[in-house]
T-cell receptor, first 108, second 114 residues
């Protein structure tokens, strides 16, 4: 079983839409959680950490559900520039485990 | 600050050849890692280091060696290249105790083994 699982998508949404991604993780002892963004043929870049109480950064909201072992990312008012692959990342015991990513295409 | 620098950006090898992928960081990060990224597989950890002189295996270490003689450098050696090692390789670094800040990645090396 993979440590982190994501729906690969693609999610095709119009500009201005709200879109949500989920990701599940297998190790209940996981300590930290992140969303990374990866543009085509580029390196992953940290989008936001995910805290137990949930957190927001502008149009982006991340939630953690430890009981069900999933994290989510909500993007409001999608922009063309949000088109990318979003990687779910889980940290435990000095190692980061990456999901295979969810592709988002925002269309005009 | 340059951050994490990887060289080369692209490389084509013949089966059986060896080579070293270079990684250097100027942020004084103690932790460094090598990942490979394949379509549909996500990033998989090859080797990692928690400080100079200390390395350990990750999820997919076979066919690769690493060393960490300085804090700044963490080269990845392919001993005898195989087509299965065709991939995009990322080096990453971070400061210990700041797991909530995640990793800083280099721009990657695209390797093709023919």
């Amino acid at each position: 079983r993979k440590e982190v699982e994501q729906d690969p998508g693609p999610f095709n949404v119009p500009e201005g839409a709200t879109v949500a991604f989920n990701c599940t993780y297998s190790n209940s002892a996981s300590q930290s959680f992140f969303w990374y963004r990866q543009d085509c043929r580029k390196e992953p870049k940290l989008l936001m950490s995910v805290y137990s109480s949930g957190n927001e950064d502008g149009r982006f909201t991340a939630q953690l559900n430890r009981a069900s072992q999933y994290i989510s990312l909500l993007i409001r008012d999608s922009k063309l520039s949000d088109s990318a692959t979003y990687l779910c990342v889980v940290y435990n015991f000095n190692k980061f485990y990456f999901g295979s990513g969810t592709k988002l295409n925002v269309k005009p | 600050n340059a951050g994490v620098t990887q060289t080369p950006k692209f490389q084509v090898l013949k089966t059986g050849q060896s080579m070293t992928l270079q990684c250097a960081q100027d942020m004084n990060h103690e932790y460094m890692s090598w990942y490979r990224q394949d379509p549909g597989m996500g990033l998989r950890l090859i080797h990692y280091s928690v400080g100079a002189g200390i390395t350990d295996q990750g999820e997919v270490p076979n066919g690769y060696n690493v060393s960490r003689s300085t804090t700044e450098d963490f080269p990845l050696r392919l001993l005898s290249a195989a087509p299965s090692q065709t991939s995009v390789y990322f080096c990453a670094s971070r400061t210990p105790g700041q797991a909530n800040y995640g990793y800083t990645f280099g721009s990657g090396t695209r390797l093709t083994v023919v």
